[in-house]
Each structure stands twice: as C-alpha cells, then as structure tokens.
C-alpha cells in the first residue's frame, strides 16, 4: 500500500521560498502521477501541479495558471520523494499543501490535458501548511 508523508511546509515573508517534499512509501508502479494541491478552510481543494511518470521520466506536467513560472514540481526517483519548488510566494499562497498519488492507467492523459481534480487521485498525506506574510 502506497502511503504519503509530507513535509518542509512553515513561515516565510512574501517574496520567500520553501520547497515542500512528499516521501513515497510502499509499491508503486512504473507509469504513475503525483499532484500537490493545496486548500483553506472554507474553500475546495485546488489543484497546484502535477506530473506523469513513465519509467522514472516526468513525460508530462501541469501547473495551475497562479503557480505557473513560481511554482517547480519534481522528484527524486532513486529517494522516492517528490517535490514542490515554490519561489517568489505570495500572501494568496497560504494554506495547507497536499501531496497526492494518481495509480490508475489513464493518469498520465489527464495530465497532458491538464486535468488536475482531486477526485482523481487515490492517495494522500496528511498536509503540511504553509504561512506566507506580507
């Protein structure tokens, strides 16, 4: 079973940066996604980027239109963890980050269409926040 741990979420003024890494346990698949979304109270959960995995290659990545140019996902294949480069942050940033797995076969489609949905997704960590002041 594939579990998620988060972490590297914290505080940093607007302008800052902080890289959010997402340890993967347990067997995963050759041809998968990663997604990182993020979500506030009151609001749903937002869909920040995404990769398509084949063989150890991101084929493919989308990034919401208010992260693109700031925000860089990727991952360390030989430590199984994924990553969320977020640079130049800003105050509307603030919110808990989530790391997430897409295990199904036509993931990597929906990524090249940049399909970014929650409910797509199979499996999640528990959330790291991140606090961005002005």
């Known amino acids: 079973q594939v579990q998620l741990v988060e972490s590297g979420g914290g505080s940093v003024q607007a302008g800052g940066s902080l890289r959010l890494a997402c340890a993967t346990s347990g067997y995963i698949a050759s041809h998968y996604c990663m997604g990182w979304f993020r979500q506030t109270p009151g609001k749903e959960r937002e869909g920040v980027a995404s990769f398509y995995n084949r063989d150890g290659v991101a084929v493919h990545t989308y990034y919401a239109d208010a992260v693109k140019g700031r925000f860089t996902i990727s991952r360390d294949n030989s430590k199984n963890i994924a990553y969320l480069q977020m640079n130049n942050l800003v105050p509307e940033d603030t919110s808990m980050y989530y790391c997430?797995?897409?295990?199904?076969?036509?993931?990597?489609?929906?990524?090249?269409?940049?399909?970014?949905?929650?409910?797509?997704?199979?499996?999640w960590g528990q959330g790291t926040q991140v606090t961005v002041s002005s």
């Open positions: 997430s797995a897409d295990l199904s076969s036509s993931c990597g489609a929906r990524v090249q269409l940049g399909h970014l949905k929650s409910g797509d997704f199979d499996v």
